[in-house]
């Protein structure tokens, strides 16, 4: 069963037609749905494999979020949401679709990030790699995609 990880919703006083959407991010797909409440409110699913490219169209307080699929069917645009939840949104979704391509070519694993981990802390205690080297690398690491 999908773990729902985020929800955003759009702005009901900004919308053109007052009727809201949502974009809810789980943990192994994102669900998109518009003009909800209405007869005829379309949905869209997209895996995160899916995913080609995340941008946030920041306004002064409000942000829109476009999800574009690597296909190009069921690509998701959810205006008026909140910058910072938007942008909290587009880091999570954007490490969701490193972490499934990865996965895919077979070079993800927690145990390999572990490993890689490991190793960067042996060449650090062997004066190979400054302090600030290792922290970047491990960050990159843990993080996936910036």
Known sequence: ??????????????AADLRPSE???????????????????????VNYDQV???TQRKGLLQSSLDIDNEGG???????HVPN???SQAKELIEKKAYEAHQQIA???????????IAK???????????????????????QGPG
Do not use: C, W, Y
């Open 1 to 14: 069963m999908s773990q729902l990880l985020m929800k955003l919703t759009s702005s009901k006083l900004l």
């Open 23 to 45: 974009l809810d991010i789980f943990d192994d797909k994102i669900v998109f749905r518009s003009n909800i409440g209405v007869i005829g409110g379309e949905e869209a699913i």
């Open 52 to 54: 080609a490219e995340v």
């Open 73 to 79: 069917a069921d690509d998701i645009t959810i205006e």
């Open 84 to 86: 910072d939840q938007a």
């Open 106 to 116: 077979g070079t993800f694993s927690p145990e390999n990030s572990v490993d890689q």
């Open 120 to 142: 960067l802390a042996e060449l650090h205690a062997k004066g190979e790699l400054t302090e600030q080297e290792f922290e970047t690398e491990k960050n990159k690491l843990i």
